[in-house]
């Protein structure tokens, strides 16, 4: 009978925090140490957003559901100007404009937040074009200076994973970050009894309680809510 063989221990890889991922890492710190965050976490039914979602792609649309949230969540925040702000030097800053930062993944796990600039000037079709474009954008490594800094409010999307709840972590000076989790699934009862099953996507909100309050934040999301549940869909 041979020998058995003894297994050869994995040897340990070290990587350099440097460059593009030393630069976030700092960005996250000094998020952490400055701004006073809390986060809100609330759901919402996909029925309403869904159905409109098919009607559009009936007619021929290219806006996927993503931009449909996107849509949504800019109306909202015209409706709720203190989290489309910034807070510097003790001042807080309510944008008239909704400069949406998005957060989008890169290779090697880096990340960055562009700026979708006026995007409450935008109809839906016309975030959908411009949200792919900044996409590619970064993809390609040719974002500007403004737009990597010019957002007023970002966004972050995980619904493509099983995480449906999580604490995104400001982009200072911004004083909201919205986070998009991923969907379930569940029976619902509705008024007759009956049971049917719906969708739930879970939502997100990290604030900075500085300039911010927990009740005006939560009132953000419950709107947000009532217009992706048909409320406020046309």
Same mark, same amino acid.
């Given at each position: ?24 890492? %700092?960005?996250?710190?000094?998020? #952490?140490?400055?701004? !006073? /965050? ?6 919402? @039914? =996909? &029925? ?79 975030? %959908?074009?411009?949200?792919?474009? #900044?996409?590619?954008? !970064? /993809? ?6 403004? @737009? =990597? &800094? ?85």
């Amino acid at each position: 009978m041979g020998q058995m063989q003894t297994p050869q221990a994995a040897e340990n890889s070290t990587l350099p925090l440097k460059g593009m991922r030393k630069m976030i890492a %700092a960005k996250m710190s000094e998020s #952490l140490q400055t701004a !006073a /965050q809390l986060t809100h976490h609330a759901e919402c @039914e =996909l &029925t309403a957003l869904q159905a409109r979602r098919a009607r559009l792609k009936a007619a021929g649309s290219q806006a996927s559901l993503q931009d449909l949230l996107l849509h949504e969540i800019v109306a909202t925040l015209k409706a709720h100007p203190d989290l489309n702000a910034t807070l510097q030097d003790n001042l807080i800053t309510r944008h008239a404009a909704v400069h949406l930062g998005l957060a989008i993944p890169l290779p090697d796990d880096l990340l960055v937040a562009p700026a979708l600039f006026d995007a409450d000037q935008l109809d839906l079709e016309g975030l %959908a074009r411009a949200r792919r474009a #900044l996409v590619e954008k !970064a /993809q390609a490594g040719k974002l500007s200076v403004k @737009e =990597l &800094t010019g957002a007023t409010v970002t966004v972050s999307n995980l619904g493509l994973s099983r995480v449906r709840f999580f604490t995104p972590i400001l982009n200072v000076p911004q004083v909201a970050i919205i986070g998009i989790g991923g969907t379930q699934r569940r029976l619902q009862r509705e008024a007759d009894g009956s049971l049917v099953e719906r969708e739930f996507i879970g939502l997100s909100l990290t604030f900075d309680h500085r300039a911010v309050n927990g009740a005006p934040a939560a009132e953000f999301l419950d709107d947000l809510c009532r217009r992706l549940e048909g409320d406020e869909l046309p």
